[in-house]
Every structure is written in C-alpha cells, then in structure tokens.
C-alpha cells in the first residue's frame, strides 16, 4: 500500500496516512470502489475489476492524493480491453 512521504504540492512532511474513502449510502457507511470493465461493451460479463481506495491528506495545504490498493490487477483489466479507448 502506498504511502506517502511529503506533500507533492508544498513539501510538508506531515502527511495523515490510510484515510478511507466512505460513503454515507442508504444502508450505512461503505467504502466507495474503484471500477474498471475488461469489456466495456459487453452487456453482461463485463469482466469488471474493483479496488478500493485510500487517501493521503497534507496537513498543511489540505491537497488530497488518493492510492487504489490493487493497481496491478486494474492494469491488467485495462491490458485486456478491446478498442482504441486506450
């Protein structure tokens, strides 16, 4: 899982580190998910490839960076897709 270092925008070094990225839905709170379809322009079996995700906050500037947790796996999906969407 990446972790950031210093902020990319000003330098600071205090980075608050794995904020998660939620939403409020209409059963509670849930992780919100990152979605990549292998073949998009299939009606069924898209082949779809989630992640969730964190965010690294600068707690200086406030700029937010957000990190997938599979990047490898959303790579591979985004690989195997047809057409010149690329």
Known sequence: MHRAEKCTKCGCIEI???????????????NVSLRLDADPT???LKKSVRSIF????????????????????????FRDAPGPAK
Not at 16 to 30: K, T
């Open 16 to 30: 608050v580190h794995r904020v998660m990225v939620a939403h409020d839905g209409q059963r509670g709170e849930a």
């Open 42 to 44: 299939a009606m069924f």
């Open 54 to 77: 964190h965010a690294e906050v600068c707690s200086a500037c406030g700029y937010v960076e957000f990190y997938a947790h599979n990047p490898a796996e959303l790579l591979a999906a």
